[in-house]
């Protein structure tokens, strides 16, 4: 276990006007991994349990983080776009963790919503190595573009997500190319209440797994 991480706040310049965030730089860093949060008209923000302990379980495996808030949340300038312009907000916060952490391999982990907007920025992006989409929320997005990928990729889903039962996520990965890995909590809902840490460890080994040689 690492010490208690300095966690830097700081404002990153997005497309219409400054967006929030928290940086936890790793020393040595085997990674960087930008975390995008929930959906923000139903109180996703950079705070959310599974979003932070996500973060500092990463951090303490060797990845310099970087989770914010999308435009129109918390002190992010802008208004919500229904998951249109939050694909640019990844996109800029991503072009800038690359400037902290250059040369080190990039993750996006996006939980729900966030993980919407983080696969359509890769889509853009050839440069990201890997996603792990935590929550996937099928009854919102069919996600067909994953099929589209042609990078690694893992889910941690909770066995009891309302938003995303694990029958339709495992018809969603087969014949993913390369090969996704589904990782379970069992019993958790899509908000994964008490489960956070569980889903964090989840997140740590699929982002481990992803980018093994």
């Known amino acids: 276990m690492r010490a208690v991480a ?112 983080s696969l359509l920025h890769m889509l853009r992006d050839p440069d990201v190595a890997a996603l792990v989409a935590i929550g996937l929320p099928l009854r919102w997005y069919p996600f067909s573009e994953l099929a589209e990928l042609g990078r690694p990729y893992a889910v941690v889903q909770g066995s009891a997500d309302d938003l995303g039962p694990l029958d339709e996520v495992r018809t969603i990965l087969v014949g993913a190319d390369p090969e996704a890995r589904l990782h379970v909590v069992d019993g958790a809902s899509h908000l994964f209440p008490g489960d956070a840490p569980k889903a964090a460890r989840c997140v740590v080994e699929a982002a481990t797994h992803l980018l093994s040689p």
């Not at 300095?6 to 497309?15: C, F, M, Q, S």
């Not at 996703?44 to 999308?70: E, K, M, Q, Y």
């Not at 129109?72 to 072009?95: I, K, L, N, Y």
């Open 6 to 117: 300095y966690v830097r706040k700081l404002w990153i310049e997005g497309p219409v006007g400054r967006l929030e965030g928290a940086l936890r730089v790793a020393c040595p860093a085997r990674a960087a991994a930008v975390l995008a949060h929930p959906h923000p008209l139903h109180g996703g923000t950079l705070h959310n349990p599974v979003v932070f302990h996500a973060d500092r379980a990463l951090w303490n495996a060797g990845f310099t983080t970087l989770r914010f808030n999308f435009r129109g949340v918390g002190t992010s300038e802008g208004r919500h776009d229904d998951g249109r312009g939050e694909v640019d907000d990844v996109g800029h916060v991503a072009r800038w963790l690359r400037g902290v952490a250059p040369g080190l391999p990039l993750v996006l982990v996006g939980y729900s919503f966030g993980v919407r907007c």
